[in-house]
């Protein structure tokens, strides 16, 4: 990814990079980037090895100031999107293939049916974001007259929302796709509108429960493992996250300020693992801030919130790119409330890809409007 990302630096001017550095939502990057770099001098008690592990997840925020001065420069970026909608809706195809003849998977595991490939957090997270993004173009579109290609995107936006309702769905989508879709009402209806759909929505998600038998295994699954952990009979994925969280706080209270450096919360978490539960160690705390405040303390915290907060400035505007990449920004706020999505590789490029394009294409329209005479 970095290296595809270096291919288009080559190509820019000088002027024209610095001038994209410049933009808050590559400063804001960019101060997480030099952040987790000076972490590195200290982190005692780590090997080099374990510092540099640390900083290569924040290496991709290097690609949003890159990517916001070439798109600034193309009109390509909706091209992007295209591919990746694409991509979304064979893999939806695939994944309702891969529910009823298991064999047709890539990567068959028995506990994640309908999921071809990867694993079912990245592909609901995939999922989501296109869906949203496609019902906002059917929105737009059908505004203009355009009713085919409306109906055609929200056909398989439905679709998307439809595999991960009856085949696999991440309980973490379960927490952002409806205030997804109350922010995408709240878009693109009349006031009125929207207090008609808020009810409507909670009927429709009403109607999902009772017809899903995937949406009633995995929220009832949470529930259980919750008890089932308070009462300390059986270690889970609900319990081993209660007790990360838990002494993820405790790591950070011993350095509140500037942490305990770069890479040093995977070393941290998994040397007392024993104590935590009989599962394997796990290094990651599965909370975005939480990982940060361990390495870099209320510094971390700060420059991560800043960082986020520029970004949704960026993208307050209307229109269809702003709407994807202020969705990209809320999805990953509140999926990195119970995981590390900024620091993951799937889910981390998503957002470093869709802030990065979304910006440098807002970026091209401003540049390219013609000023006022009071402007000039």
Known sequence: GLAFLLG??????????????????SLTALAVCIL?????????????????????????LLGIPILICHFSRSDRGRYVFYAFAASCAVLMLYSWIALYWPGASIHYKADQPGVPVKNYIDQSQGFVFCAFALAAIAAETFRRGRRALAISCAIIAIALLANLAFVNVARTALVYSPILAVLFAYRYL????????????LAVLAGLWMTSPNLQNKVSAAFAQYRLAQQEQETNSVGQRLELWEKSIALFKSAPIIGHGTG?????????????TDAPAIGNPHNQT???????????ALALYAMWIAHLMTFRGDGVVAWIGMMAVVQNILSSLFNSHLSDFY???????????????????TDTQPRSPTAA
């Open 347 to 365: 889910q981390g490029w998503l957002y470093v890809l869709a802030v990065g394009i979304a910006a440098g294409t807002l970026r091209k329209t």
């Open 36 to 60: 987790a770099l000076l972490g590195l001098f200290w982190a005692d008690g780590l090997t080099w090895s374990e510092r540099f592990r640390g900083i290569t997840p924040m290496a991709k």
């Open 8 to 25: 288009f630096l080559s190509t820019m001017k000088p002027a024209d990079f610095f001038r994209s550095v410049k933009h808050p939502a």
């Open 190 to 201: 009349e006031r009125r509108e929207f207090w008609i759909a808020c009810p409507a929505l």
């Open 264 to 276: 040093s919360a995977r070393v941290l978490l998994t040397r007392d693992a024993p104590k935590l």
């Open 290 to 300: 939480l990982l940060f405040v361990i390495q870099w303390g209320i510094l971390g």
